[in-house]
């Protein structure tokens, strides 16, 4: 399984030897440093945890310096892949090729308290015939002979939007530079640019 833990950054275009475009995520990723090797003997399950980033000293916990004391600094983030390795390997871009297909999984935009419209795409009401301002209004919520006039569980309503886990499948890798630590991956990737990405391919 390849793996690999990024920094979500501007998006681009890159042409192919055919001049076809495509969109493209810019992603810094790594490199990886395996701070842990989970075994199914000890933890029930098989794989590595590893660490990206860097963490200020005056930040870092005394069970995470423990830890980590014998490797290199503190790390900003910890995640784990089902994946062989040992402690202290180091983990780069290389791993990947063009052309692979990578599944990527980060924190979607956080968009705050929004309508019936934006949130689940609702029409709204009509335009016209005594309307004032209710166009954007969700319109019904209950009804005797549907719920004995209570909100029907798991109905569609305002609240709150993003923020949320959203992994997108069936990306591809466009372009690898080992030298600068950097994936170009096409389509759009969830979050705002610095969130923290999740790459996988198997």
Not at 175 to 192: E, F, K, M, Y
Request: glycine fraction near 16%; avoid cysteine.
């Amino acid at each position: 399984m390849k793996f690999m833990l990024g920094k979500k950054g501007k998006m681009t275009q890159v042409f192919d030897e055919k001049g076809v475009v495509s969109a493209a995520t810019v992603i810094t990723a790594g490199p990886l440093t395996v701070t842990q090797v989970k075994t199914t003997e000890k933890d029930g399950y098989a794989g590595v945890q590893v660490g990206f980033g860097v963490r200020k000293e005056s930040r870092t916990s005394k069970p995470l310096k423990g830890h980590l004391k014998d490797l290199d600094g503190s790390f900003q983030y910890l995640r784990e892949f089902k994946a062989e390795g040992a402690r202290g390997d180091k983990v780069d871009v290389s791993t990947f090729t063009p052309g692979d297909t990578v599944t990527v999984s980060a924190i979607s935009k956080g968009k705050g308290f929004q309508g019936v419209v934006k949130r689940h795409g609702f029409h709204g009401g009509p335009r016209s015939h005594g309307q004032k301002n209710k166009e954007r209004s969700p319109g019904s919520l209950s009804g005797g002979g549907r719920s004995g006039a209570k909100v029907t569980k798991n109905m569609r309503m305002g609240g709150r939007m993003g923020n949320d886990r959203i992994t997108v499948k069936n990306l591809r890798v466009l372009q690898v530079d080992v030298a600068t630590n950097t994936l170009l991956i096409s389509g759009a990737v969830p979050g705002r640019p610095g969130t923290l990405v999740e790459i996988s391919s198997k």
